[in-house]
């Protein structure tokens, strides 16, 4: 497969076929293949040496036999899962699709499939979100924790992305966001906004001023500055000037650090009912 591959993954949830249409999108604009990924976590089971040291062999043999029914039913269900889901994705227009099941810690999965990866695509939530502590949308924190390349988390619904916002604090992976904004195609044709939040309109303005040249974009560009609390700033504008997608460095020097790396992580991917693009 191509270095640059776009790794969605997909747990069956309501998310799914958002994270199916995300991905598609960036494929299409990076030309770029599709990896669609099922990760079957770790289970529990029985301790078998208390029961092999007793009269009871055969509740372990029958649960030898309930462990192996129940890996194959969960593999299957993956492939069925992965089945609907490429049938979205190549329907959404991406360019090449091919899809994988694997097994064990969603992390360690991860190191793995983003190699030759340029993104990783999740949904906000998982299949499990109400009721398990281990599912897809409990770990979106690890995931932007310990990804190496760009994350998207995809909103509830995909739509057509026409405008996008750049958190921006000034600090150096925000200066290397806009860096890789300002050559990579996912962006052509999009209608950028930079956004600073600070309390010090001078030293905000320098750093909007500085972005905007650095962004070097043959098009008008928003900028703004605001003071206030980051997340409830970077909502409100999101919702006031209909932005489609929110893209932030990685790590920051500022508030905007709590957002991606933090506490408040979960909280922000509330407030914007839109896909967060968190740029490596």
Same mark, same amino acid.
């Given at each position: ?10 747990? =069956? ?11 598609? &999108?960036? *494929?299409?604009?990076?030309? %770029?293949? !599709? ?10 089971? *029985? ?9 009871? =062999? ?38 090449? %699709?091919?899809?994988? +099941? ?6 360690? *999965?991860?190191?793995?499939?983003? !190699? ?22 409990? $770990? ?8 190496? +390349? $760009? ?33 990579? /195609? ?5 209608? /950028? ?5 600070? /309390?010090?309109?001078?030293? *905000? ?10 962004? $070097? &974009?043959? =098009?008008? !560009? ?10 409830? !700033? ?6 006031? $000037? ?33 896909? +967060?693009?968190?740029?490596?």
């Amino acid at each position: 497969m191509a270095v640059g591959k776009v790794v969605a993954l997909v747990d =069956g949830s309501s998310y799914s076929t958002s994270v199916c249409e995300h991905a598609a &999108w960036i *494929a299409s604009r990076h030309q %770029v293949p !599709v990896e669609l990924v099922h990760v079957i976590g770790r289970r529990e089971t *029985a301790p078998h040496d208390l029961l092999e040291d007793s009269a009871r =062999g055969d509740l372990l043999d029958r649960l030898r036999e309930m462990e192996g029914q129940r890996h194959a039913l969960a593999d299957q269900m993956g492939e069925a899962i992965l089945a609907e889901a490429a049938a979205l994705t190549t329907a959404a227009g991406a360019p090449e %699709v091919h899809r994988k +099941v694997r097994h064990g810690d969603l992390i360690e *999965a991860l190191h793995e499939l983003e !190699v030759d990866a340029r993104y990783i695509v999740v949904g906000k939530r998982g299949a499990a979100a109400d009721f398990a502590k281990l599912h897809l949308g409990s $770990n979106i924190e690890r995931v932007v924790r310990a990804s190496r +390349v $760009n994350v998207m988390v995809a909103s509830r619904a995909f739509s057509k992305v026409k405008r996008f916002l750049v958190a921006y604090d000034g600090g150096r992976s925000a200066r290397k966001a806009i860096e890789l904004i300002s050559r990579s /195609p996912l962006y052509t044709g999009l209608k /950028p906004h930079i956004l600073t939040v600070s /309390p010090n309109t001078a030293e *905000a303005q320098r750093q909007l001023e500085a972005a905007e040249e650095a962004l $070097n &974009w043959s =098009g008008d !560009v928003v900028t703004d500055a605001a003071p206030g609390d980051a997340e409830k !700033v970077i909502a409100g504008y999101v919702e006031e $000037n209909c932005i489609d997608l929110l893209v932030m460095g990685a790590y920051g020097h500022s508030r905007v650090r709590n957002l991606l790396v933090g506490s408040t992580t979960s909280q922000m991917m509330r407030s914007c009912r839109i896909p +967060v693009l968190i740029v490596r």
